[in-house]
Every structure is written in structure tokens, then in C-alpha cells.
């Protein structure tokens, strides 16, 4: 019989992934590609009927691709839990919500980990992919697989290895990014390189255990949070002092050392910035230790959606109008540019603030044809002249460099708020040569 390190570097191992969202399908097509037949679970059966069908619900998948890998049955899906038993690799890939009170929500990974553990088997490898805090693989993985007689580095391998997919990305995609492990064990480390060498085209760096492999994604959020934040605060000052902090950052920008851009927004989307840090916040209380910049620059970016709602308040003011029964166009919903991903986008949060107020909100986004809002499908409305020229305002609150014709809001809009700067980017215009334009 072949060890399960053979069966890995052979890549007759039997893969399974749990979670098929925007990390784990793209996962298990990159496990598929290399030659590993692979096995997705997830409770979703929509997603499952999906991928058994070939059809592609993730940006960042060439459709055809997985069209392929399915009828060549390399990859298939499956809500049968049973199924666990018969894979030699499992990677567990699902949300790590926060709750109201940012408080770190383990429930996804813990069924999950629970449905691993009722069909675990001897020489298995299990890879948590999960961000969360320092701890979670040895303290909650790690007793609920060992209950069952099991010894981690002996029977079983087990580590982690932080998600990095960065969705909308055209040049890093998770076949070319490289990859970080850390293992309960030497055999366990050595296992979890051996599937990412085998899998991926970039380089596999192993750290000393879980614990440095979990904070590893931390730092990485962290770094931007802070620094996203500083850029936030910076345009909140700029703008009381009458200066272009676009101008300002990308000047900064021009030193080839000591300094690397970040730009101001109406808030920050996603998964990891406005999430992951609060993992590490939750975990240092436990050392009696306060994260005060880590919670300083969550403070900073929440507060951006309600800045913006304030500007607007003031420009339509400076119009005689009240923002009470204007027309507001939101122009993008999408947490960044390019892609259809709504996850803490500041835009829903804009966008509820202004019905708050009592703003009638419209929304164009060329990559989210309808949005579910109050338990109704809105449609988004069509970017034409009458549609822009009736809105009292336009918000430019995602930087969609596709398929918006910002020339077309530019000569039509009676105010313009660009909270991305995107109009100078694309058309090169400027508030001090757009009388209707205003910038962040």
C-alpha cells in the first residue's frame, strides 16, 4: 500500500473540499486541474446542482474549465456528508463570520470539523483554510478529531493554511499565489506542503505551526485595515483643508522606499479587511492584551458609509436641496471594482442610511443585475441620460472600470459625488474642471 504522502506527490489521493464559496470552488478546480479527483461538499444543494452541471458561479473560474474537469469526472459535488470517508485529503473552506457584537462565529467550521471527524480515518490529512484566530486548528479541530482514538502526526495530519484569494484579480489567482502552512506536527507540515506543491505554481512556505499560519493571515489584514483606514483619515482632513488627497497619495506614491499606497473610500467590503482583524482582537482579550489600533481603524472605515451620507447631505444643501425626496443614483454596489461580490459593501450601507433619511435610492451595476433588499429583488436601473439627468445626485461608490459609461454620468449628472476618484482615473477630469463634480 502506497502512504498517503505517495498518494499526494502521485496525485492518486482523493480530495475532498468542504465549502464550494469563492474559496473553496476555486480550490478544488485548481486541485482538479493538477490531476487530483476531487469531491466539493457543501449544504448549498444549488451550488451542488451547479458545479455537477458545469456551471460557473465564481468570477474568478474560466466556466469552461470546470465544464471539463466535470465531464471528465475529476470534479463533482455532493451534499452527502458520508462521502467524507472515502477522500484522503479534506480542506475545510467556509465562512468566519463575525456576530453583532464582532465577536468571532466558529459555527461553519466547527460542523464542519465535526462532519470530518465522524468519518476520519487513518492516514488522512485535513487542512483548515478558514481565517480565524490563533489557536483554532490545535483547540477546536484538533480535540474533536482525537476523541476518536486517533493520534494527530501518527494516524492523522492536520494544519492550516490561510486563504488568499483576492477576488477580480487578473494577475494573482490561486494557482500563481503563494501559499503558507504550518502543521501540528513535522509530518503534518510536510504532508500539507506536499498537496500545495503538488497543486499549485507558486511557492509553498512552511511555518513552525498553526498558530504562526493563522496569524500569518492576520498580519496580512491587519496591515490593511490600518493602513485603509489612515487613508480614510487622511481624505476626512484633506478635505476640511481644501486638499486632493488623490493627488497627495499618489505623490507619496513617487518614493521608490518607506511607503506603499493605499486610497480612501466610503468604506471597506469583503471578507477579510473589515472581519479578519476582529478574529485577533477576540483572541488577545484572552492575554489580556487590547488591540486598540486594530479597533481605532475599525472605527475609522465604519464611519465612512455615514461621511458620506453626511457630504451628500451638504452638496445638495449648497443646491437648496434636501436630501429628504431626492433622487439618488448609486453608480456600483459591488464591494470592489469588476466583480459581482456584494460582502460588507459600503454601498448597501450607504445606500441604507439614505432611505433612512429619506432619499428615493435608484442603483446602476453592470456586475450585480439585482440585489436582495428587504426581502425584494431590485433590478438595477439602466445607465441611460434620462436616467441620470432625472437624479438629483449620482454616488460613484465602486471603481467599475468595465462597462460603465462614466462619460455619459460626467455630461448628464447634476452633482456628482466620486467617492473613488474614478472619473479622473478613466477621463482624466477633475472637479476644478467639472463644476458638478466633487471627490471624496
Known sequence: MKTLLQKIQSKKASVGVIGLGYVGLPLAVEKAKAGFHVTGFDIQSEKVEKVNKGENYIGDIIPQ???????????????????????????????????????????FVVSSAQSVANHIHKEMLIVLESTTYPGTTEEVLLPLFEEKGLKVGKDFYLAFSPERVDPGNHIYKTKNTPKVVGGCTPLCTEHAKALYEAVLNAPVCAVSSPKEAEMTKILENTFRIVNCALANEMALVCNRMGINVWEVIDAAATKPFGFVPFYPGPGVGGHCIPIDPFYLTYKARAYDYHTRLIELAGEINDSMPEHVVERLMNLLNDQAKPLKKSSILLCGVAYKGDIDDLRESPALKIWKLLEQKGAIVTYYDPCCPSVAWKGKKILSTPLTKEVVQKADAVIITTAHKDNVDYRLIAENAQLIFDTKNILSQILNIKPETLNTLHIL
Open 65 to 107: 474549465e470546470l465544464k471539463e474537469l466535470v465531464a471528465s469526472g475529476h470534479l463533482h459535488a455532493t451534499s452527502d456528508f458520508v462521502d467524507i470517508g472515502k477522500c484522503d485529503v479534506i480542506a475545510i473552506c467556509v465562512p468566519t463570520p463575525l456576530d453583532v457584537f464582532k465577536q468571532p462565529d466558529l459555527s
